[in-house]
């Protein structure tokens, strides 16, 4: 499995948050180095530890345990009200909070 991860200025504020890095893919190609590479695995490693039982989304316990930074926005990028994060929603809710920081 390949994920794409494409940097930008406001993906690296959005370090902050802890997941946000790994979450900003984009199509676009991505310049990396290999530093760079281990890093967003390594992120890439926490998400996937922080998803407890494994079934691909964030419930609010699992956020508040692996991402504790994210958990205060849980309700605002739950968009759909199923009490679970999905990767997209997780990614829209980084993104958004990356406007918020510029
Ligand atoms: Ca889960
Ligand atoms: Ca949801």
Same mark, same amino acid.
């Given at each position: =499995?390949? !994920?794409? !991860?494409? !940097?930008?200025?406001?993906? !690296?504020? #959005? ?6 890095? #790994? ?16 890093? #967003?695995?390594? #992120?890439?490693? %926490? =998400? ?20 504790? %930074? =994210? ?27 990356? %406007?918020? =920081? %510029?």
């Amino acid at each position: =499995m390949t !994920i794409r !991860i494409h !940097i930008t200025p406001v993906a !690296i504020g #959005l370090a902050a948050l802890g997941v946000a890095a #790994l979450l900003a893919t984009s199509a676009a190609a991505a310049q990396s180095g290999d530093a760079r590479q281990q890093r #967003l695995q390594a #992120l890439q490693e %926490r =998400m996937a530890a922080a998803d407890t039982d494994g079934d691909g989304a964030y419930s609010r316990a699992e956020v508040e345990a692996g991402f504790p %930074r =994210m958990a205060e926005h849980f309700d605002q990028a739950d968009t759909d009200g199923d009490g679970l994060l999905t990767r997209e929603e997780l990614r829209a809710l980084a993104q958004a909070a990356g %406007r918020r =920081m %510029r």
